[in-house]
């Protein structure tokens, strides 16, 4: 039997026309925002890597390739290892064609370098604080760009293969959001541009394209669009009431000392700014799960009151949400793996290390992330039924059995309930005796038709007893 295909409900013209209009705003002020808080053109070069040259005079930041290592001097400290005694080994690097001696730091040492590394360095050979440093090269960091290159590369080419185009789509997407983080927002900031009001412009500005490109233009893409932008409203609100109540806005790493004195940044609104960052994504994520759950639900059962959808959309929701929180949670104590083995190691209270410094602000990002994506979530979801219910059509009526009306779109269960019946129908009205059934013998024979006193009676077919005839 042909099985009819099951088509994607639509939501009704008005209701597309309310979503446009609702829409159109939302893209002006991202677009005015874009053109209102643009940073200046000397700032956009810093985030791409900018000049090379370091803020002391004739220092430079270079990339130096380990030509020899020399722990001959080691043998007579006594260790086993040669490695252990750290402050007796010598490296020799070459920056250009130009050798010169390497100071490394100790822990950069037991790490293992070894001839051929490549390295980042700082360059003292044109400083005049050469003598006083003692080494030409001062060691930075690995030159790790070939390894997360190709690893990089190797997760594009298996998104690739499982997703296919969509997947393009998807990292076509991504692609969009970096170069707005790094063409847009920190040249923004570094601008002192109000940094929250840039993230919320760079994070519509991300929505508007990526998810789009993802998923297509559609309804469905739309509702999970208006879901994440109120979940990222509600994670900025409370994460601007929550840095000012807990008093977050204090410098506690190098870094964000290092960026105190270089600009004039609102430390404050920097940690707002790196929430809304960070719930983009996980919103993102659970909306658009939410939106296509209400979608596909409404495609296998479109006979399900708005009530019943919603309810059977919001299972999924709660086991995303279960899933999620826990994943953001265990993503920033992955983070913070070292520090939490130093609070273990020093024996200090656990609850006090949450409530302190950097720590502080990893827990009311991970608290303010997940209440923004629980309220998401149901808002999504109610949306959604919202929508895709305005275009559905009633279901069909039950038939004179008393039995629901089977749809299209169960098929199959259908099919099997038609024959069951037919079948038993045919035993109970008709006990045919053996003239009937010779003469039905020779009609079949001949080619005639075959009849049964059921087909003769004056009660009218149902709809699926019709479908089944066709």
Known sequence: ???????????????RLIMIVCLIPLVLLTVGGLF????????????GGGPTTNSAEGVANAEARVIAVDASNCESSGEADPMLAVD?????????????????????????????????????????????????????????????????????????LVAGFRGLRALAGLGFAGVVLIVFMLPAILDSKPPILVAMVAASAIMLIALYLAHGVSTRTTTALFGTVLGIIITGVLGFWMTSWANLGVAYTEDAFLLADTADVSMADLIVCAILVTGLGVLNDVTITQASAVWELATVAPDLKAGQLFARAMRIGRDHIASTVYTITFAYVGSALLTLIIVS??????????????????????????????????????????????????????????????????ADEGVATVKRESASSRAATTRPTSGVLENTAVSARNGVPMTTEADHTDQPLTRRELRRRD
């Open 1 to 15: 039997m042909h099985m009819p295909l099951q088509r994607e409900p639509t939501a009704s013209p008005r209701v």
């Open 36 to 47: 209102l808080l643009w940073p200046d053109a000397a700032q956009q070069e810093l985030p």
């Open 88 to 160: 007796c080994m010598t490296f020799t690097a070459e920056v250009e064609g130009q050798e010169g001696n390497l100071y490394v730091t100790p822990d950069a040492i037991k790490s293992g370098i070894t001839v051929g590394d490549t390295l980042k360095v700082l360059d003292f050979t044109d400083s005049p604080d050469r003598a006083a440093i003692g080494s030409d090269y001062v060691f930075i960091d690995y030159d790790r760009n070939v390894p997360i290159l190709g690893l990089a590369i190797f997760y594009g080419l298996i998104v690739l």
């Open 345 to 410: 190691a020093y024996d200090q209270s656990f609850f006090e290390t949450l409530t302190r410094g950097e720590m502080s602000v990893e827990v009311v990002s991970i608290l303010v992330c997940s209440i923004g994506l629980v309220i998401a979530i149901p808002v999504t979801t109610g949306l959604g039924v919202l929508v895709v219910r305005s275009g559905l059509r009633p279901g069909p009526a039950r038939d004179s059995r008393g039995g629901a009306a089977v749809g299209d779109d169960q």
